[in-house]
């Protein structure tokens, strides 16, 4: 995958993921939670669960990026003791 679709997909991903987890990210922020989400959320699928890739701009490729982005939020949030989760 080129490295415009990486950013794109991360995008998308990381601005998912800020949504669902109510995370207040910055757009910059947001892209590199997404990159790292995409490739957590890659390896788990094709490694671990054995299904999915991420390999282009697709909506396959955007669901396990967002997952693994929302993890990966999580996981930051969790280790820096940020309370802005979840909060409206």
Excluded: P
């Amino acid at each position: 995958m080129s490295i415009i679709a990486w950013i794109v997909v991360g995008a998308i991903a990381g601005f998912l993921a800020s949504q669902v987890m109510n995370a207040r990210e910055g757009l910059f922020m947001m892209v590199v939670l997404g990159i790292v989400g995409g490739l957590l959320g890659g390896f788990v699928a094709t490694s671990v669960l054995k299904m999915g890739s991420v390999n282009g701009i697709n909506i396959e490729s955007i669901v396990i990026a967002t997952l693994g982005a929302i993890a990966v939020v999580f996981l930051v949030h969790l280790a820096t003791g940020s309370r802005g989760l979840m909060r409206r």
